[in-house]
């Protein structure tokens, strides 16, 4: 059973970096069919894909153009986990963070694969506030 | 971006009752759609992926219908443990996004 553990501080200070990791047991960061995202939500925003990083023969980013200039993902494969970095934090960034795993998840009817996130972290409450 | 719309923002039904969320994108996304369940305090789960294919484990009673750009999910007999918020998110491209949610409360 895939199982997302999430780490990392729950207050932040304007102007600093918000720094989340996300420890994957029972899968690989490397998968060759999954990729490793990063989410979050608040009142004001909803749910708000953030970006994922993803292997296939080598490493791959996708990221929201809103965060594009702000934001990295990285796998870490020695300890099999993967970290959100988010820069130059406002309170505008003030939410609850999850990682998830986007899948590739199989249609018998359709014989395509699509892309779902089916494992989900139990979320980080980050506010920033000094 | 492909935008990600919801109708309604919320309803209220009976235990038992058959209810059913629109979802429209702002462009086609054939059959790239899944159905997220939110309970509050709790963490979005996978209902449906590609538009009508059930997440293993969850129940018959959850079904997804359409392609393009309208989606439709639909729970035929609800039940007291499926009050919640509904989000649709396309999977098709990246940035995936996902709709505003939609509220489903006991009348």
């Known amino acids: 059973q895939v199982q997302l553990q999430q780490s990392g501080p729950g207050l932040v200070k304007p102007s600093q970096t918000l720094s989340l990791t996300c420890a994957i047991s029972?899968?690989?960061?490397?998968?060759?069919?999954?990729?490793w995202n990063w989410i979050r939500q608040s009142p004001s925003r909803g749910l708000q894909w953030l970006g994922r990083?993803?292997?296939?023969?080598?490493?791959?980013?996708d990221y929201a153009v809103s965060v594009k200039s702000r934001i990295t993902i990285s796998p870490d494969t020695s300890k099999n986990h993967f970290s959100l970095q988010l820069n130059s934090v406002t309170p505008e960034d003030t939410a609850v963070y999850y990682c998830?795993?986007?899948?590739?998840?199989?249609?018998?009817?359709?014989?395509?694969?699509?892309?779902?996130?089916?494992?989900w972290g139990q979320g980080t409450a980050v506010t920033v506030s000094s | 971006d492909i935008q990600m719309t919801q109708s309604p923002s919320s309803l209220s039904a009976s235990v038992g009752a058959r209810v059913s969320i629109t979802c429209r994108a702002s462009?086609?996304?054939?059959?790239?759609l899944n159905w997220y369940q939110q309970k509050p305090g709790k963490v979005p789960k996978l209902l449906i992926y590609?538009?009508?294919n059930l997440q293993s484990g969850v129940p018959s009673r959850f079904s997804g219908s359409g392609s393009g750009t309208d989606f439709t999910l639909t729970v035929s007999g609800l039940q007291p443990e499926d009050f919640a918020t509904y989000y649709c998110?396309?999977?098709?491209?990246?940035?995936?996004?996902f709709g505003p949610g939609t509220r489903v409360d006991i009348k």
């Open positions: 998830a795993r986007g899948n590739s998840l199989y249609s018998s009817s359709s014989n395509v694969y699509y892309y779902g996130m089916d494992v």
């Open positions: 029972g899968d690989s960061v490397s998968s060759n069919s999954a990729a």
């Open positions: 990083t993803y292997y296939r023969s080598k490493w791959y980013n």
């Open positions: 462009q086609s996304i054939t059959s790239y």
């Open positions: 590609g538009a009508s």
């Open positions: 998110q396309q999977g098709y491209s990246a940035p995936f996004t």
